[in-house]
């Protein structure tokens, strides 16, 4: 099943295409890592995909559902968007701000419930936070406030995740358990999109790689075929090498 369909998207903004005539789909399980050079169109494609931008012209389904009109509630329950920048106006607790992913799960305004609170201790731990839960959001490190948002996507408990750059900032050994998760979330009927300019881990934790290039969907496929096609070599003006350690894992750099 599809949980992700993109069909002749384009997305205009300031009158200008950014996102040009974009189709593809993300099934069940599916783990799909989104490079490309900056400017190229990933975070527009990505915020068009979790409803925030309406498409100039095509179709944009998640679960059956066009997420620029469905209630946000309702989107919210299928779906968990991470943006590239997080900001917060008031001094949350760590725990305060994994727990907003839970909002469209909860009924009115209350407390959080013990299902809200065990979801939000999870992904504490799996994300690597759980003993900063009681430290104010404002005052952590970039990385540990990035880990934190993690978090509060995977509190969300939604079928889909859309992450623009959620290892930014991260330490190898951070960034590397991040992907680690994720692929994890995906192997056990998730779908993630995942923006990313680090390719050794999209190359390592991708099943499917999208090479998007002046708002194209340039090159599609299995990431090591990706990295090594012309189009990729076009992109970013620069030969990305695919090679292989002698355990067998492979890894990608700049030629």
């Not at 609170?117 to 104010?136: E, K, N, S």
Request: contains cysteine; proline residues 4%; aromatic residues 4%.
């Amino acid at each position: 099943m599809a949980h992700l369909h993109l069909h002749d998207v384009s997305v205009a903004l300031g009158g200008r295409d950014v996102v040009r005539e974009v189709s593809a789909e993300v099934r069940a399980g599916e783990l799909v890592v989104v490079v490309g050079p900056n400017g190229a169109g990933k975070t527009t494609l990505l915020r068009a995909m979790a409803g925030l931008l309406a498409p100039r012209t095509g179709t944009i389904r998640v679960l059956g559902r066009d997420p620029a009109r469905a209630p946000r509630r309702v989107i919210a329950r299928d779906l968990a968007y991470l943006p590239q920048h997080y900001d917060l106006a008031f001094p949350f607790a760590v725990e305060e701000v994994v727990l907003l992913g839970r909002y469209a799960r909860q009924r009115g305004i209350g407390l959080a419930s013990d299902d809200d609170l065990a979801a939000a201790r999870r992904a504490m731990a799996a994300c690597g936070v759980a003993d900063l839960a009681g430290r104010r959001f404002d005052a952590l490190s970039g990385g540990e406030a990035r880990r934190a948002i993690v978090a509060q996507a995977l509190c969300q408990e939604a079928r889909c995740l859309l992450l623009d750059e959620p290892t930014a900032g991260l330490d190898p050994a951070h960034a590397r358990a991040i992907f680690a998760l994720l692929r994890a979330h995906c192997d056990a009927g998730a779908t993630a999109v995942v923006v990313t300019h680090d390719l050794d881990l999209a190359l390592r934790h991708g099943g499917m790689m999208w090479l998007i290039a002046d708002g194209r969907l340039a090159a599609r496929g299995n990431p090591a075929h990706v990295l090594a096609a012309a189009e990729t070599r076009g992109a970013f003006g620069v030969a990305i090498h695919v090679g292989a350690l002698p355990s067998g894992a492979k890894f990608a750099v700049p030629a």
